[in-house]
């Protein structure tokens, strides 16, 4: 299909080379890294996923919306108890 074309899958790889891609980036691991310790644990990362959430959905379902959390963790924190922020940045780029 079109998103997963071999143009557009060039196309996501590219913006991770972007400065203001990079700033925007480096602008939410700050605000989410509450206890600024330089990793995001994952309670951090929940509260950072809710707050995504509420944004794009519009409403956060405390059941659904907590289970997704869980397995975006899962899935980004690939069996560690913290993102560092090469991985906080590539599980951007999976959402793209």
């Known amino acids: 299909d079109y998103f997963n074309s071999d143009q557009m ?14 700033s ?5 691991w700050l605000a989410a890294d509450e206890d600024h310790s330089g ?6 990362y929940l509260t950072l996923n ?7 959905i519009g409403h956060y379902d405390k059941n659904e919306g907590l289970e997704l959390a869980k ?3 899962e899935l980004d924190a690939q069996g560690r108890d ?10 951007w ?4």
Request: with cysteine; proline share 0%.
């Open 39 to 44: 990793k995001l644990d994952k309670d951090e």
């Open 71 to 73: 397995k975006d963790w």
């Open 9 to 22: 899958l060039l196309l996501r790889e590219s913006i991770k080379f972007s400065a203001r891609i990079r």
């Open 24 to 28: 925007l980036l480096t602008m939410v």
């Open 82 to 91: 913290h993102l560092n922020f090469a991985r906080f940045c590539q599980s």
């Open 93 to 96: 780029f999976q959402i793209v």
């Open 50 to 56: 809710r707050k995504l959430q509420l944004a794009v």
